[in-house]
């Protein structure tokens, strides 16, 4: 059973950078996909994109758009999220998630978010 | 992008009872890429229900899903303790969305 395993918390100011890890424990990252949700305290999911890597392919929600940057390392079973230019609305906790994928010439479709990480909260302050 | 709306958002209701929740989408979703997922406190949601109607591992089946187009059910037969909880609708696609959630809460 696979399990996703996330670093720990973060403090940061604003206007600086942060890196969130997902190690896949007991599983490849092979024939998934893999997105980042975040859950801003007591508010509801937000996906902020996705990677998929056998073909090494990345989606940004518009919103995070040129700020995030979601990268994987297969030979170490690794996803990792970077967030640059935080903003005290991005202290959140942040979610790894392996789901399906369905790619066509026009688009990648993620789907079906099956394993979940543990979270990741992240606190953006001056 | 599509928007998902749930309703209602609190259902008050008492163990054993039925819970009905309703997801309506801004236009039509494929009913493959229809998915309910359950938020406990401090932990990280879980996948229920996918492709509107089918359940995830383990999931009893007092959880079934309903719907097509832009309305889309969640139902839960009868309560127990341990299914009060946050519900999220999530439309899946190449910019997935979740709905804002519907609280189940004892009565």
């Known amino acids: 059973q696979v399990q996703l395993i996330q670093s720990g918390a973060e403090m940061k100011k604003p206007g600086s950078s942060v890196r969130v890890s997902c190690k896949a424990s007991g599983g490849t990252l092979s024939s998934y996909s893999f997105s980042w949700v975040r859950q801003a305290p007591g508010q509801g999911l937000e996906w902020m994109g996705g990677?998929?890597?056998?073909?090494?392919?990345?989606n940004y929600a518009q919103k995070v758009q040129g700020r995030v940057t979601i990268t994987a390392d297969e030979a170490t079973r690794t996803a990792y999220m970077e967030l640059s230019s935080l903003r005290t609305e991005d202290t959140a906790v942040y979610y790894c998630v392996r789901g399906g994928f369905r790619v066509t010439a026009r688009r990648t479709d993620y789907f079906n978010m099956d394993v979940w990480g543990q979270g990741t909260t992240v606190t953006v302050s001056s | 992008d599509i928007v998902l709306t749930q309703s209602p958002g609190t259902l008050s209701l008492s163990p054993g009872e039925r819970a009905t929740l309703s997801c309506r989408a801004s236009q039509s979703v494929s009913s493959s890429y229809l998915a309910w997922y359950q938020q406990k406190p401090g932990q990280a949601p879980r996948l229920l229900i996918f492709?509107?109607?089918s359940r995830a591992t383990d999931i009893p089946d007092r959880f079934s899903g309903s719907g097509s187009g832009t309305d889309f059910f969640l139902t839960i037969s009868r309560l127990e303790p341990e299914d009060f909880a946050v519900y999220y609708c999530?439309?899946?696609?190449?910019?997935?969305?979740f709905g804002q959630g519907t609280k189940v809460e004892i009565k």
């Open positions: 492709g509107t109607s």
């Open positions: 999530q439309q899946s696609g190449s910019s997935p969305a």
């Open positions: 990677i998929i890597p056998i073909f090494g392919t990345t």
